[in-house]
C-alpha cells in the first residue's frame, strides 16, 4: 500500500521519502514506482517520448528512499504509516517518528479498526497532530 501511495504523491509533485528497514524492499518500490510511472506517461504523452521521459525522471527525482526514520522525516510535512497491521509496530513507529523531530505538521494512518487507531494513539505525545483514517 505504502509504494501507491508514494507514487500517487510522486505523480503529483510531492516529494516522498519511503522508509523501510530492508533496502530490498525499498528497490522493489522504486522498481514499481518506475514502471507504473512509464506506463501513466505512456498514457498521459502518446505522442511525446520525451514529454514521458521527463515525467518519469521527475518522479522518480521526488523520491527519495531510507532504512533511518530519524532522516526520513527530517522536516516532513506529513507521515503517511502504511506498515504491517500490527499494533506494537505502528506504535513503535509513531514513537519514533514523534522523538525523532517536532516539526512534522500532520500524521496519519492506515490502521483498519478504530480500536487500534484509540490504542495507537494512546502514547503519543501530541495526538492533535494525527488524523486517523479508517477503510
Known amino acids: 500500500m505504502g509504494t501507491g501511495i508514494a507514487q500517487v504523491c510522486v505523480q503529483n509533485g510531492y516529494a516522498v521519502n519511503l522508509i523501510d528497514l530492508d533496502q530490498s524492499v ?3 518500490s522504486v522498481d514499481a514506482i518506475r514502471q ?3 506506463r ?3 498514457k498521459k504523452y502518446p505522442n511525446d517520448e520525451s ?3 521527463s ?3 521527475s518522479c522518480l527525482a521526488n523520491l527519495g528512499t531510507y532504512t533511518c526514520i ?7 510535512d506529513l507521515v503517511i504509516e502504511a506498515i504491517v497491521e500490527k499494533l506494537p509496530a505502528k506504535q513503535s513507529l509513531f514513537l519514533s517518528s514523534c522523538s525523532q523531530t517536532s516539526s512534522i505538521g500532520l500524521m496519519c494512518n492506515a490502521l483498519k479498526s478504530l480500536q487500534g487507531v484509540t490504542e495507537s494513539l494512546g502514547r503519543i505525545p501530541q495526538e492533535d497532530d494525527i488524523a486517523p483514517r479508517n477503510h
Request: no cysteine; aromatic share 10%.
Open 51 to 53: 514529454s514521458a521521459a
Open 40 to 42: 501513466f506517461a505512456k
Open 26 to 28: 525499498l528497490s522493489k
Open 55 to 57: 515525467f518519469v525522471d
Open 70 to 76: 530519524k532522516e526520513a522525516v527530517h522536516g516532513a
Open 36 to 38: 507504473n510511472a512509464h
